[in-house]
């Protein structure tokens, strides 16, 4: 089932682009980030509370916390760049270049968790690349 959870992350993904483009029209693009990380932010607890995890946070450790805290802002400084490079360019060319990402991630998954990088990954990646520069060059 990963798939159709990615499927959707995806579908969501574009609408993120098209929304946000419209949104940030005559905005500041760091409070229209804000804006975002809010109802993300109400969206995600009430996820949590709704399912019964809230106790669950008791039990994550430092590392947990670190790493999760690391990751956050992370994705943090991509929205809030995200956002700036949609302000100023379009859609059609900041996702893509926004999706290198994934080719990144993989890189970044083999160095540093010692992931195998298989033919099919190293070629997908490679493919992305390729499609990220025809589509903001071409």
């Known amino acids: 089932m990963w ?3 990615a499927l959707l992350s995806a579908v969501f993904a574009a609408l993120t682009a098209v929304l946000a483009k419209v949104g940030i029209k005559g905005v500041d693009s760091n409070l229209a980030t804000a ?3 809010s109802v993300i932010l109400v969206l995600a607890w009430a ?3 709704f399912r ?3 106790g669950a946070v008791a039990t994550l450790s430092r590392t947990n916390l670190l790493f999760l805290a690391l990751s956050g802002l992370a994705t943090g400084l991509s929205w809030l760049c995200y956002f700036r490079a949609l302000q100023l360019g379009k859609v059609s060319q900041v996702a893509p270049v926004d999706k290198l990402s ?3 991630a993989i890189v970044l998954a083999v160095v540093f968790l010692g992931e195998k990088l298989t033919w099919q990954a ?3 990646a ?3 690349v390729a499609g990220t520069i025809v589509l ?3």
Do not use: D, K, P
Request: glycine content about 20%.
């Open 3 to 5: 798939w159709a959870y």
């Open 35 to 37: 804006v975002r990380t």
């Open 47 to 49: 996820i949590v509370y």
């Open 52 to 54: 019964g995890g809230i």
């Open 102 to 104: 994934v080719a990144l």
């Open 122 to 124: 190293g070629l997908g």
């Open 126 to 128: 490679t493919l992305i």
């Open 136 to 138: 903001i060059w071409g």
